[in-house]
């Protein structure tokens, strides 16, 4: 390329680019790569009265597109021109039409039409099969190559697990290209599969992603650096496609002109890398504005040159579908457009019959209205049907606020007004009988009027049960989609695993079910147990190894017990104490570290004769807690520190009082070795009395609530807003009567009878009548059901149910609770059993509030009550036949008859 060539087209350039630098011009001719012949011949060209207005118009030829192109790039002109037919950015030729035209438009007649003539058939043969023509010279029948990769593409989905009918059906709804279906072909050939996510290119992920919505075999395409959902993985990062986003963040370099990590946007000739910002304001992005002279960038190019976003004013006009004056996108002949209009089809409303925009995401029961009519109030004629524009003349537009709480953010329309999404939630479940027709349907406004009378058509009917709820996949409601996604998880793992999907179908909440299913760990442990060929027990749980996650870290064995409790709950294992269990698997580890021989056979013993059938006792009788497994292992780790401590003065044979006395008073925590030394004493094994192994000093408790503190707590539960319903009930049966954590949790719902006069409630052997208005706050715990949004909980028989199946709510998670409220649990339940005690017999004590006859008598001793002497009046009787245990249940202690429970509780001031 000469320079007098590039100086004389610059030269041309100049005067039909007025605002051009003619610097500019010739860069972007030298480094546009055409020759010197060329260039040579365009210049020629550029004389006839075709190439008059070149490069704003299109010229024919691949000098004048290169050329057009580098100017273009280099931001001289604002487009490459076109195919005079169809548009598109490419090399032109003139094939006999009167304007340039690409080679795919061909010929074409002053109408536009083609002026292809008719194809010569004696240019073709017979493709290898006979069944359809082909080229003279071509080597591959299409039509051949096109059922052949449609029969290979058949062929896969019905591995996938469809009927050879139907996938011939579902590929033929994919609506993909013959090129693309032959591309997909090919990949299956070589071994790829439709049921690898993210696999392929990006024609075989679009297609596959086509597949997932008919198909649950084929995952839609997933980023596997953030498991979301995507399009199409286009970017390779070492062995994986991931996403854009993905991509960006893990290529992050210092940008040179911020000085921070962003994505790359460019390079400079030293191979600095550029953020988009920085980029945006580079020297040689920026160009003088022809209007102010500032150096800035560019917003627009005119005949008077560059135009800086310093001086450029968008142009603005009322829209002719929104009738808001927005900014101008696209004039068309009937009007001007917005953007948000622009990049929306326009169709005639149902209403006003003009045609704009239909919005489609927050109108649910104004379907086919604008988006002017959707906004408008919706009022009822004589008929209860919408009335028309006349009949909301005059009302004004009430804005986006919700009519049910006056929320602004996410507004919905609905047939009776604009709803929040909660709000929205409430009307599409409200289902009453229907004040026109009197069927029990999903109804508006007030009194209620289904959508049918209305005459509006609202959706959300279910197409497999009818139910008008709100819609999930495929046109489902809730509870039939979480039926399909569980037979889909665990149908296929035989009867136990149907029973479990039945379980799970049955959920009164399906869609926190659903979310269950998607996202608990418990899922791919469970379905693991249920694909075993072997009936399931106990001990395949035991036995597996916990496993270890991608990161190097080690889950909890949580996962492990919540599928156990799942399994137990469903009746696929039998039920069993996990406390028991969980103290044996702990002794054997104990036990096993015991050294010599003789202590760990003694140890054992005591282990059997003592410690388990004790725990095992409370586990059948359901009182076993948490602190009774603490007690156990506190008993064992008691006798093998004793054992330990003792074993270089001699055998346990060898132990004296004095050695017993010296080792309970080093530390009250020796006092765990206490029941090991009584079993031993009753085997023979050392040689002292009972008495000489003292009881742990009683202390009175020292965590005890002021008494106003306490009334005052007990108002506000009773009457104050504010506080969850099983807060405020397990509130006040600390506060008022006293109970232990552990207790409150077990309660049943058998234990409660809300359908009685006053609701009573059974805390001990005998039913306890609540004051109002603490049975309604009880009926209201009962009506409202589970807090627990996990499933196998909506059945469950507490009161107070956990999240594991078939579990009640722990004592620690309730203290925790309560704490977050700022009720302090252990010195409230000091203070109502110190303030009962103090004026109720304790024989009335347990057998309202369920206290073993011991303890209520500690407590009115501690109290100093007026029945303070009941016990040694009781023993002076003649009832003191057992010494552990009196049954108080045999006679009362006075003479006088027990006082009303409720006019205590109403002198206490707990009304």
């Given at each position: 390329?000469?320079?007098?060539?590039?100086?004389?087209?610059?030269?041309?350039?100049?005067?039909?680019?007025?605002?051009?630098?003619?610097?500019?011009?010739?860069?972007?001719?030298?480094?546009?790569?055409?020759?010197?012949?060329?260039?040579?011949?365009?210049?020629?060209?550029?004389?006839?009265?075709?190439?008059?207005?070149?490069?704003?118009?299109?010229?024919?030829?691949?000098?004048?597109?290169?050329?057009?192109?580098?100017?273009?790039?280099?931001?001289?002109?604002?487009?490459?021109?076109?195919?005079?037919?169809?548009?598109?950015?490419?090399?032109?030729?003139?094939?006999?039409?009167?304007?340039?035209?690409?080679?795919?438009?061909?010929?074409?007649?002053?109408?536009?039409?083609?002026?292809?003539?008719?194809?010569?058939?004696?240019?073709?043969?017979?493709?290898?099969?006979?069944?359809?023509?082909?080229?003279?010279?071509?080597?591959?029948?299409?039509?051949c190559?096109?059922?052949?990769?449609?029969?290979?593409?058949?062929?896969?989905?019905?591995?996938?697990?469809?009927?050879?009918?139907?996938?011939?059906?579902?590929?033929?709804?994919?609506?993909?290209?013959?090129?693309?279906?032959?591309?997909?072909?090919?990949?299956?050939?070589?071994?790829?599969?439709l049921a690898d996510p993210g696999a392929g290119t990006v024609v075989i992920q679009r297609f596959r992603n086509r597949l997932s919505t008919q198909l649950p075999a084929i995952k839609h395409t997933t980023c596997p650096s953030c498991r979301q959902p995507r399009a199409a993985l286009r970017n390779r990062d070492g062995d994986d496609l991931v996403c854009l986003n993905c991509y960006f963040r893990r290529h992050r370099e210092i940008c040179r002109s911020c000085r921070r990590e962003k994505s790359v946007a460019w390079r400079d000739e030293d191979g600095w890398a550029w953020c988009g910002n920085c980029r945006a304001t580079h020297p040689e992005a920026m160009k003088p504005c022809s209007l102010c002279g500032r150096l800035g960038t560019v917003a627009a190019r005119g005949d008077a040159g560059v135009i800086g976003h310093c001086?450029?004013?968008?142009?603005?006009?009322?829209?002719?579908?929104?009738?808001?004056?927005?900014?101008?996108?696209?004039?068309?002949?009937?009007?001007?457009?917005?953007?948000?209009?622009?990049?929306?089809?326009?169709?005639?409303?149902?209403?006003?019959?003009?045609?704009?925009?239909?919005?489609?995401?927050?109108?649910?029961?104004?379907?086919?209205?604008?988006?002017?009519?959707?906004?408008?109030?919706?009022?009822?004629?004589?008929?209860?049907?919408?009335?028309?524009?006349?009949?909301?003349?005059?009302?004004?537009?009430?804005?986006?606020?919700?009519?049910?709480?006056?929320?602004?953010?996410?507004?919905?329309?609905?047939?009776?007004?604009?709803?929040?999404?909660?709000?929205?939630?409430?009307?599409?479940?409200?289902?009453?009988?229907?004040?026109?027709?009197?069927?029990?349907?999903?109804?508006?406004?007030?009194?209620?009027?289904?959508?049918?009378?209305?005459?509006?058509?609202?959706?959300?009917?279910c197409a497999a049960c009818g139910m008008e709820d709100l819609l999930y996949a495929e046109g489902r409601c809730a509870s039939c989609e979480l039926a399909r996604r569980a037979d889909r998880f665990f149908g296929g793992t035989g009867e136990p695993g149907r029973a479990v999907a039945r379980r799970l179908a049955a959920s009164t909440r399906p869609v926190s079910t659903m979310h269950w299913l998607a996202r608990s760990p418990v899922v791919p442990v469970l379905a693991d147990l249920l694909r075993r060929p072997e009936p399931l027990v106990h001990e395949d749980l035991d036995a597996i190894v916990t496993p270890t996650r991608t990161d190097g870290r080690t889950d909890r064995r949580q996962a492990i017990e919540n599928a156990r409790l799942i399994l137990v709950a469903s009746g696929i294992l039998p039920a069993r104490n996990e406390?028991?269990?969980?103290?044996?698997?702990?002794?054997?580890?104990?036990?096993?570290?015991?050294?010599?021989?003789?202590e760990r056979w003694l140890l054992l013993q005591f282990h059997r004769d003592q410690v388990l059938p004790s725990?095992?006792?409370?586990?059948?009788?359901?009182?076993?807690?948490?602190?009774?497994?603490?007690?156990?292992?506190?008993?064992?780790?008691?006798?093998?520190?004793?054992?330990?401590?003792?074993?270089?003065?001699?055998?346990?044979?060898?132990?004296?009082?004095?050695?017993?006395?010296?080792?309970?008073?080093?530390?009250?925590?020796?006092?765990?070795?206490?029941?090991?030394?009584?079993?031993?004493?009753r085997r023979g094994l050392v040689d002292f009395p009972r008495s000489a192994v003292p009881r742990r000093p009683h202390k009175s408790p020292t965590a005890i609530e002021d008494h106003e503190v306490r009334a005052d707590l007990v108002r506000t539960l009773l009457h104050d807003e504010g506080y969850p319903t099983d807060i405020r009930v397990a509130g006040l049966l600390v506060a008022l009567y006293g109970q232990h954590l552990s207790r409150i949790v077990r309660i049943e719902c058998s234990q409660v009878e809300t359908d009685a006069d006053p609701v009573r409630i059974k805390l001990g052997s005998q039913w306890l009548e609540l004051p109002e208005p603490f049975g309604n706050h009880l009926r209201e715990l009962i009506a409202s059901g589970p807090r627990r949004r996990t499933p196998f909980t909506d059945q469950t028989r507490w009161l107070f149910p956990g999240y594991g199946a078939g579990t009640h709510l722990s004592a620690s998670r309730m203290g925790i609770r309560l704490a977050a409220h700022g009720i302090r649990a252990t010195p409230m339940r000091n203070m109502a059993l110190f303030q009962i005690a103090a004026t109720v017999q304790p024989s009335t004590l347990g057998r309202l509030l369920g206290l073993h006859p011991v303890t209520a008598v500690k407590w009115v001793n501690e109290s100093g009550g007026v029945y303070a002497n009941y016990w040694s009046q009781f023993l002076a009787e003649g009832h003191s036949g057992d010494d552990d245990l009196v049954d108080l249940e045999d006679g009362d202690a006075d003479d006088e008859p027990d006082e009303d429970p409720l006019d205590l509780l109403d002198e206490l001031g707990i009304q």
């Open positions: 390329m000469t320079s007098e060539s590039v100086t004389r087209l610059s030269a041309i350039l100049s005067d039909r680019l007025p605002g051009a630098d003619p610097q500019d011009l010739a860069a972007a001719i030298a480094g546009s790569g055409v020759s010197r012949i060329g260039l040579a011949r365009l210049v020629g060209r550029l004389a006839e009265p075709s190439a008059a207005r070149w490069p704003h118009t299109a010229l024919s030829g691949i000098v004048p597109f290169q050329l057009a192109t580098a100017l273009h790039a280099a931001g001289i002109i604002l487009g490459v021109p076109g195919c005079s037919h169809c548009g598109r950015a490419r090399v032109l030729e003139l094939y006999g039409s009167p304007e340039p035209t690409c080679h795919s438009c061909a010929k074409r007649n002053a109408d536009g039409s083609s002026a292809r003539g008719p194809r010569n058939r004696t240019s073709l043969k017979a493709c290898p099969a006979g069944r359809h023509h082909m080229g003279r010279t071509a080597r591959l029948c299409l039509p190559a096109d059922e052949q990769a449609t029969a290979v593409i058949e062929a896969a989905v019905v591995e996938a697990g469809v009927p050879t009918g139907r996938a011939r059906t579902i590929v033929a709804e994919t609506a993909t290209p013959p090129r693309a279906l032959r591309q997909i072909a090919r990949w299956l050939q070589a071994g790829g599969s001086c450029y004013t968008y142009p603005q006009d009322e829209c002719r579908s929104c009738e808001q004056r927005r900014r101008v996108a696209v004039r068309t002949e009937d009007g001007p457009l917005c953007q948000r209009c622009a990049t929306r089809p326009l169709e005639p409303c149902v209403r006003c019959g003009e045609v704009r925009w239909i919005p489609r995401l927050k109108t649910r029961g104004r379907a086919g209205w604008c988006v002017i009519c959707v906004e408008l109030p919706v009022l009822l004629d004589e008929d209860g049907l919408a009335a028309g524009d006349e009949a909301a003349a005059g009302i004004g537009e009430p804005g986006a606020v919700c009519t049910g709480c006056g929320t602004k953010n996410s507004v919905v329309y609905m047939p009776d007004g604009q709803r929040c999404q909660d709000c929205r939630m409430v009307a599409m479940r409200r289902r009453e009988g229907c004040s026109r027709c009197g069927r029990t349907r999903r109804v508006f406004f007030d009194p209620g009027i289904c959508a049918d009378c209305l005459g509006i058509d609202i959706g959300g009917v406390l028991s269990h969980r103290y044996e698997t702990w002794a054997h580890q104990v036990l096993a570290t015991v050294e010599p021989a003789s725990l095992q006792s409370r586990c059948r009788s359901g009182k076993a807690t948490t602190g009774s497994l603490s007690w156990a292992q506190k008993q064992l780790r008691g006798a093998a520190d004793l054992l330990a401590w003792w074993r270089p003065k001699g055998g346990i044979a060898d132990l004296a009082r004095a050695d017993v006395d010296t080792w309970l008073a080093e530390s009250s925590t020796h006092y765990g070795a206490r029941d090991f030394l009584l079993w031993a004493i």
